[in-house]
């Protein structure tokens, strides 16, 4: 069984453009989420999606938003990009929602210039 | 809010010692806590999972334990391997309503095991 893919695996992007990153699941599993990690402030909740439904979000702008497909397929994406948004992007998927392992993609690795 | 904490930031030991890895949070109202392993640059593999009812978990050389009313767990790896070191992150999932969770992070301990 595949696991959670990410694509692309690395960016580089300059302030003020924005960007699409993409995370397909494991197959059969309903809810992604995803995840800023940075050196200093570790890794963030960005937000979770069930059935093509954004359920929570973390403390973010409104530069960042999602979506999900009805394959659970998910995009995230960030407008108006700043420096501080380079970080590694992490998506995570699990079966259905809650109380059950995440399976963690290897990650997007954005670097704002 | 919730907090996670982990102790200590970093470790090194010889391989073959065994060793613990502490994790604290702050909101004891918790679904579970997640151990992971994060090797560098990569993603996050899941070690195991503990259940809010249940105290501990093992995996092969691995034994994590919960309690919930103080607010830790604790990560214990038996005759470590240099295969071992890595970045391990503690989570605990939370209930935001609405039938939505999330995970939230400690900063992690980085092991290295030395030969």
């Known amino acids: 069984k595949a696991g959670v893919t990410q694509t692309p695996r690395y960016l580089i992007k300059t302030r003020g453009q924005q960007v699409t990153l993409s995370c397909s699941p494991i197959s059969g599993h309903r809810s992604v989420s995803w995840y800023q990690q940075t050196p200093g402030q570790g890794l963030q909740f960005l937000f979770e999606y069930f059935s093509e439904t954004q359920r929570n979000k973390g403390n973010f702008p409104g530069r960042f938003s999602g979506r999900q497909f009805s394959n659970s397929r998910s995009e995230m994406n960030v407008s108006t990009l700043e420096l501080g948004d380079s970080a590694l992007y992490l998506c995570?998927?699990?079966?259905?929602?809650?109380?059950?392992?995440?399976?963690f993609g290897p990650g997007t690795r954005l670097l704002v210039l | 809010k919730q907090e996670v904490t982990q102790i200590p930031a970093a470790l090194s030991v010889p391989e073959g010692e065994n060793l613990v890895l502490n994790c604290s949070f702050t909101d004891s109202a918790i679904y579970n806590l997640q151990w992971f392993r994060q090797d560098p640059g990569k993603g996050l593999t899941s070690l195991l999972l503990i259940q809010s009812s249940q105290r501990e978990q093992t995996s092969g050389r691995l034994n994590a334990s919960l309690d919930k009313s103080s607010g830790r767990s604790t990560l214990y790896i038996a005759a470590s391997q240099p295969g071992d070191s890595a970045t391990y992150l503690c989570a605990v999932e939370s209930g935001s309503g609405a039938g939505s969770y999330q995970l939230t992070f400690g900063k992690g301990t980085k092991l290295s095991v030395i030969p």
């Open positions: 995570a998927s699990s079966l259905l929602a809650s109380q059950e392992t995440q399976y």
